[in-house]
């Protein structure tokens, strides 16, 4: 059962909790919150909360940050370069309407204008969102696509 809780998508853990178990201080996980790269689920309260697989993203930033001398503008274009167009299979006419093709500077889920799949799409269950538990170097993505 433990287990399973450990591998879980499902939001269980206060940012207090994650800090503990990811070794992130709090005030970084609301920075990288604030920089638009983790989305955790929140509750009715407006507290947040965390799964397993969040901890794996955090740490997956937390490492960009930490060891390969990125920033969070670095993180973010890189998120920007992911084709969720080809992942989500989006037609030509949804692709020119999303602002989320044309963003370089920031990942999809920030885009303010998104196409009519991603509007009704939780972004947290999403595939481009959770690229990197797949893929922790975008280029084996890239790999996989081209
Ligand atoms: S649903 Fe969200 S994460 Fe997925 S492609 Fe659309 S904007 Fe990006």
């Not at 709090?26 to 689920?41: K, M, T, V």
């Not at 969040?54 to 937390?62: A, G, W």
């Amino acid at each position: 059962m433990v287990e399973n809780l450990l591998e879980s998508t499902s939001p269980v853990f206060t940012v207090g909790t994650v800090s503990i178990l990811s070794g992130i201080p709090g005030h970084s996980i609301r920075q990288y919150i604030n920089e638009g790269l983790i989305i955790p689920f929140k509750k009715e309260s407006d507290r947040h909360l965390f799964s397993q697989v969040d901890i794996f993203r955090l740490k997956f930033i937390h490492e960009q940050l930490n060891e390969h001398g990125l920033n969070f503008a670095g993180i973010r274009a890189i998120l920007a370069l992911v084709p969720c167009w080809a992942i989500r299979s989006c037609s030509v006419k949804e692709r020119n309407h999303c602002q989320a093709y044309y963003a370089t500077t920031h990942p999809c889920w920030e885009a303010s204008e998104k196409g009519r799949e991603c509007r009704n799409t939780d972004c947290r269950q999403c595939d481009v969102y959770r690229i990197v538990e797949k893929h922790p170097d975008i280029k084996s993505l890239l790999r996989t696509l081209i």
